[in-house]
C-alpha cells in the first residue's frame, strides 16, 4: 500500500491536516433596481396605450444615465381583466397592465437620483436597491488566498509543536468559497439615510443611498506532510 492510500501518513512522513478560511468585508461593486410600471384602463387598448408610454418613459429615463447604467432588462409582462365584484356574468370592470424592468449600475450617485425620478413617476414602483460584488471581483480571489496562507500558516504552526517542518503540499480542497454575493432576488437593502423632497425646480431631491458592505468569505481543508518530528 502506497502512502498516498494512507490518509494518516506514516511515521516516516507523517501528515498534518488543517483548515484556512477567511472573510472579508469589502464595498459593493454593484447596486440593483426592480421598477414594475403599472397602467389600467376600461378597455384592453387603453391600458395597453398607457402601458407602453409609461414603459417608454422608464427606459428613455434609465438610458440617459449613459455608462452608469451596465446592464437594463425587461422581465415580466402581463396584462389582465379586472371582472365586476357583482352581477351576472363575467362583466369586465377595467384592465390592469404592468411591465417589470431591472437595471444594474455601479455609478452610486448616479443611483440615488436615478431612482427617486423613477418613484416620482406616474404608477411606478421602484424596489431595491440591492448591492453585490461582480462574479470575477478581485475580492473573492483574495479572500481564497487569504484562507490557503492562513492554512499553511496553521499546518506549520501544528508542525512546529512537534520539532518539525512542512515536507510537501498533498491535496488542497476548496470546500464553501464566496457568499453572499449573487443576486437572488430581494435581500436586505442598504440603509436609506434621508428621503428629502422639494428640489429647487419643484422635482425630488436625489435619495442619499449608504452602499451595504458585502461579506466575502472562503474556506478550504489542506493536508501537508512533515519531516519526522522531534518527541
Known sequence: MTNDAAPYGTPETPRVAVRGEARLEVDPEIARIGVTVSARGKDRGAALEDLTRR?????????????????????VFSISPELTAHGRGERVRAYHGRVHITAELADFTALGELTTRLADLDLTRVDGPWWSLRPDSPA???ARRQAVLEA?????????????????????????????AAYNGPQASGALRAAAYGG???????????????????????????????L
Open 152 to 180: 499553511v500558516q496553521r499546518a506549520r504552526e501544528y508542525a512546529g509543536a512537534l520539532g518539525a517542518g512542512l515536507a510537501a503540499l498533498v491535496e488542497l480542497a476548496d470546500i464553501g468559497a464566496e457568499a453572499p
Open 55 to 75: 414603459n417608454g418613459q422608464v427606459l428613455d429615463l434609465i438610458k440617459s444615465y449613459g455608462d452608469a447604467v451596465e446592464k437594463l432588462e425587461t422581465g
Open 200 to 230: 429647487a425646480d419643484g422635482s425630488p431631491a436625489a435619495l442619499d443611498l449608504e452602499p451595504q458592505r458585502q461579506t466575502v468569505y472562503a474556506q478550504v481543508n489542506a493536508r501537508f506532510t512533515m519531516t519526522p518530528p522531534k
Open 140 to 142: 473573492r480571489a483574495e
